[in-house]
């Protein structure tokens, strides 16, 4: 992709966006720079809050409801777009520029069959008539390696999968040829192995025609495979820089290298319990159904007292049914679940207040777990209290020493409610309460996904030394297979409600793997740029699309 | 289309069924009446005899359950007994009151269904503007006002200071269609202002509901021009909520309807409940509410079936 | 013409050029087409039209006004975080909480604010406002006025009333049935669905022309009736929160069914509870407004704005305005009331954004 010789095509320079929050206008996006040749593709890269998807909307001039650009100038091909009247802008949008969203299935309309959809921006643009467009739209298809390219084009929205609208919806950006793509988190919604494929033929397309790109994503990762350069952006502001290899070799800003270094956390896998051992919670054979249809096919494994279980896979694995399972939240149609030896009963409702004491859970998001209406201090007192009976003084005391276990300092927390917090510290009360109880046993449920990754590095390691001085087990579901090798001891991976393989983390990450973990392992992306490209040669270019069918 | 046929059919007998739980409703309502009908109806000073006879004469003396399904047969048959108060048929006093109230809130549906839905859209459109404020504040009151008090508003002003149209609208049976146009209009005018500010909001909240969401901002990042956003994309998706709000209106308008015909004195189906309400004629107070549940029950099995016809995921099974 | 029309016109037009000029688009806008309206007005009608149009102005311009004023006395009164809020708050909407406020005055203080008795006949029937009776007499010769008063009294006070065991008993029954789920939820919700089949204001006719009417029985019967709406709407709401993962933990931890209600469920449900209990406080106030009206509801010699406005209806074939007087009052609160929930729910909204 060497294509700096070509003209400069996108100049934003000190740009300047407001939000409006209640009556009051307040900076969000505080001067930024940006300058894109033709045919380059940049990436955008910063974690939630950062500003980069309202950039990427005001390249095309567009600031969403509650935006305004409030100052700086945007120049594409020439022409600056913050003065350029509406009826020019739109005509723009679409055949010059072109916006792929986060979300495909939301944002094809869900009353028109994709090809209408498709061919609406050329007709309307008068680039081509309704059968050229049409053809061109197959075409694209094909080229995007769409299942059935000849007819895919006349179904309706929600008769295509998430990763086939995706593609989908590329295919559509392309159908004006425009000089300048905005893809705005093209991935984020999609499983690893389905991500593979778009990223490899958003990467395709952008290469055949030569169209210019700004790439934003939060993935490092992603962004290493995808772009000729990377700007880090932080609150708003430019942190810095650079060709992508440089980048990712010699960051320069501290900023920068914490992202980088984040991937490092890995803690050492501890011994195996010993044979003899029982096991805090073991699942035996258990089997389970949503009304008719079932979810969960005969799924065994153990979790061992201070150890890690991680159990990972893909969205409709079963891996948190298998929570819900052992929670009693879904009672199992087959198979049992024992504590300590003993079996539980199946529905959380016969459970004695002991054996619901000993198992306690932490959610994926933060912002439902906790009561909106009670405080801190409320929401860690209530299991102390329920549990242990513990009142006044005492009670305090226990809360306060919980809230320091967590590292919050309780004075300051007290008497705050969950939306004085940030992301990182309500998952911190989150953990604070399942302690409270004083468990054996803590269900983790993707309890870092929805975080950053900083914050959710602070998490792991909480959890972490959290294990050590309690002596608790986890079982930490995610699809995050950085997560697995981060704090696992033991890893067991799931699909379609079977359990695929199982074993310890060293030996799960070493080959042999069973194909579906390989298949997943493989498709994790990693921060070498040439990672995607080397992939793709080893799988065969041609059969990415059934890869993902395996 | 299996699945789509399924569903209507679903909810057309759930319709079905609800209809045959609200007659059972409106007929033991009857028998929660304390004390004796017969005594009641006859006064104290009734003889044993003529209470027996009146007994029989309703049929008081078989079951309750005969007499429910006598009485439901003979409704379906446009049988609905004989009236306490004057021994006429109930249905022979009904039907051309029936039609009059037809005729009221066609007309009041045939002026403020298209007069709300394009306020509608175009508040949604200009939303925050001083035309959306001005709609808002006036809808506002329209709706909280009772219609009796604008009924005698536009009395006022359009009959007595101003005499355009007749304060009472006596319609005889044999008034041409303009006269009876003409007659209907202020009753028809006073429910339009009470439905169309329903009918009005709810649209606007509907469409800017839609306007926010990601595939209409994928069409305005495509360079979609706005009137083609509104029709071609917001408009075909908003089909449901409208079909919704219509026909909830209409509904309203039954309630609606019955003020309105006294205020205006219009000889429709509202103003005999009233009347029969005072005196307490059973057979044709239930013979009424029959009707009114009837009609309100129908036009919600419309708006869902609409709702189900209108959804492209159903429409389109995968 | 008349210098009046002259005036008036000459008015309307200097105000929009210099809202013009002076780029105030939405004053502007409306100034301009307030003279377009008035130049058609005036053909149809009239001077006595433009005469309307004045007066409506200037009373709208003195409700703008006090509305204005009693945002600001508000503001510098409360403290802080309510003085934040009120004066951030629209027009309608201080004008709707003052209005509430002197009608609460009006029903609290009846007797004393009242010059004559509830059912004292002072003069003649359909007296003409004189210094005694200042709105006049009704058909019996007892004081409009005093009615008036102690109408707030009786209507508001027994909407109120109707309104609390509608909203009691509703959020209740729409709580457990979100809570507890499966076939509880089940029945509860046919019996709601077919109750709501039949259309309130026939349904209450019909129980009225069963039970009798008289006050009791109109506060039971529209109660009754009032209940699934409210029912609907707290399953709606509790709907949404027994979702939430803090829910789950709770049942996870063992909690009583009592408990998730109380303590989770009902603090977050207050909000748009509190706000719709206004709305619903309209409905049903109309409600027995309209059987009042009908003669059906509250029953003389009690003074009610419905019955008012039926006893005096004769009077507006006279070009007299007395029974809108009564229907003035109803339509004023309710208008107010809705002004007020309108501003709490979008508050309530916006500050989800």
Sequence with gaps: MQNSKHGVLLNIRDLRIEGRSGEDWTEIVHGVDLTLRRGEVMGLIGESGAGKSTIGLAAMGYARDGCRISGGKIEFDGMDLTTTPQDDLRALRGSRIAYVAQSAAASFNPSHRLIDQHTEGPMLHGISSREESEKDAIELYRRLRLPNPDEIGFRYPHQVSGGQLQRAMTAMVMSCRPDLIIFDEPTTALDVTTQIEVLASIRDIVDQFDTAALYITHDLAVVAQMADRIKVLLKGDEVEEAETREMLESPKQDYTKSLWAVRSFERPQKPPAPADAVPVVSVKNISAAYGETPVLFDVSFDIHAGRTVAVVGESGSGKSTAARCITGLLPPSSGEVMFDGEVLPADFRNRNREQLRQAQMIYQMADTALNPKKRIGEIISRPVQFYLGLKGAALKQRVDQLLDQIELEPSQYYHRYPSELSGGQKQRIGIARALAAEPKFIICDEVTSALDQLVAEGILKLLDRLQEELNLAYMFITHDLATVRSIADEVVVMRQGKVVEAGPKDVMFKPPHHPYTDLLLSSVPEMDPDWLTNLLEERGADNIGEAADV | MNGLAMLMAKRIGLGLITLFAVSVIIFAALELMPGDLAEQVLGQSATPETVAQFRKELGLDKAPHIRYFDWLGGALQGDFGVSLANKRSVADQLAPRFANTLFLAALAAAISVPLALTLGVLAALYRNSIFDRVANVSTLTSISSPEFFLGYVLILFLAVKNPIFPSISNISPNADFMEQLYRTMLPAITLTLVVTAHMMRMTRAAIINLLASPYIEMARLKGVPRWRVIVRHALVNALAPIINVVALNLAYLITGVVLVEVVFVYPGVGQLLVDSVSKRDLPVVQACCLIFAATYVLLNLLADVGSILSNPRLRHPR | ?353
């Design chain 3, 1 to 353: 013409m008349s210098y009046f029309v002259l005036v008036y016109y000459g008015l309307l037009i200097a105000a929009s050029c210099v809202t013009a000029h002076y780029k105030m688009r939405s004053p502007f806008m409306m100034l301009f087409s307030l003279t377009i309206a008035s130049a058609f007005f005036g053909l149809l009608g009239g001077e006595d039209w433009l005469w309307g149009i004045t007066v409506c102005a200037a009373l709208l311009a003195a409700a703008a006004g006090l509305a204005y004023s009693f945002r600001e006395f508000l503001g510098m009164v409360l403290n802080p975080d309510a003085s934040y809020a009120i004066r951030s708050a629209p027009l309608t909407a201080s004008f709707g909480l003052l209005v509430v406020l002197v009608y609460v005055v009006a029903a609290l203080f009846a007797p004393v604010i009242a010059p004559f008795g509830e059912a004292e006949v002072i003069g003649g029937a359909y007296a003409p406002p004189d210094d005694k009776m200042i709105l006049g007499g009704d058909q019996l010769g007892r004081d409009l006025f005093s009615r008036l008063i102690y109408g707030a009294r009786n209507t508001v006070g027994i909407a109120f009333l109707t309104t609390l065991i509608a909203f009691v008993s509703g959020t209740l029954l729409g709580l457990v049935a979100a809570t507890v789920g499966g076939w509880v939820d089940q029945i509860m919700s046919r019996i709601v669905d077919t109750i709501m089949a039949i259309p309130q204001l026939v349904f209450a006719l019909l129980l009225l022309t069963i039970f009798g009417a008289n006050m009791t029985t109109l506060i039971l019967v529209i109660g009754f009736l009032y209940t699934p709406l409210v029912f609907r709407l707290a399953r709606a709401v509790a709907g949404n929160i027994v979702v939430m993962d803090y829910i789950e933990a709770a049942k996870l931890r063992g909690e009583s069914t009592w408990y998730l209600i109380t303590r989770e469920i009902l603090p977050n449900a207050a909000a748009p509870l509190v706000a719709e209990f206004g709305l619903r406080f309209c409905f049903v106030f109309l409600a027995i407004a309209a059987l009042s009206f009908l003669g059906l509801g509250i029953q003389p010699p009690t003074a009610d704005w419905g019955s008012m406005v039926r006893e005096n209806a004769t009077l507006i074939s006279f070009g007299v305005i007395t029974p809108l007087i009564p229907a003035a009052a109803i339509a004023l609160l309710t208008v107010s009331i809705n002004f007020v929930v309108d501003w709490m729910l979008h508050r309530a909204s916006g500050l989800k954004e």
